[in-house]
């Protein structure tokens, strides 16, 4: 069995052309929002064994927000190649990695993130908003259209 949690970064400063989009910081409402979310998410008693984070600014301050609220560390490998990737790079570099653990952790952006929560489920998984999780089930290996949607969460629905 394997678990897969996908995480959109929390709300971060709007674009501006003084400062380059990667290296963007979160807004307070995102720290808020992803400290509820890390929160709801210590109810499901899941521990990450391998954390794959998208290496810009705001990706890399949600994880660190994430595992202050649960008062966890995770290793965190941090990828340059999940910085706004597609669906299918994303879904490729995870399943380069599934092999090495079984409770996998992927924080990116959207649309990449999103519509590969919506492809993997056995049934369709709503946008992810910023600080949205999503956690799926698979039997074996983590493929398209065969995982178990367990749990949505978002600032919203706590």
Known sequence: MKIL???RHAKSEDPSLLKKDF??????RGINDIHSVANAFLHFNLYPTLVLCSSSNRTRETISEFQK???SQYKVNYLDDLYHASAS?????IQNNESTADVIMVLGHNFGISELAFYLGE???????TSGLVIFQFSDHIKAGEGKCLHYIT???I
């Open 5 to 7: 949690i996908l995480l």
């Open 23 to 28: 290296n963007r910081n979160l807004k307070q």
């Open 69 to 71: 609220a649960i008062n």
């Open 89 to 93: 790079n994303i879904l490729e570099i």
């Open 123 to 129: 049934d369709a998984c709503n946008e992810l908003p």
């Open 155 to 157: 600032p919203k629905t």
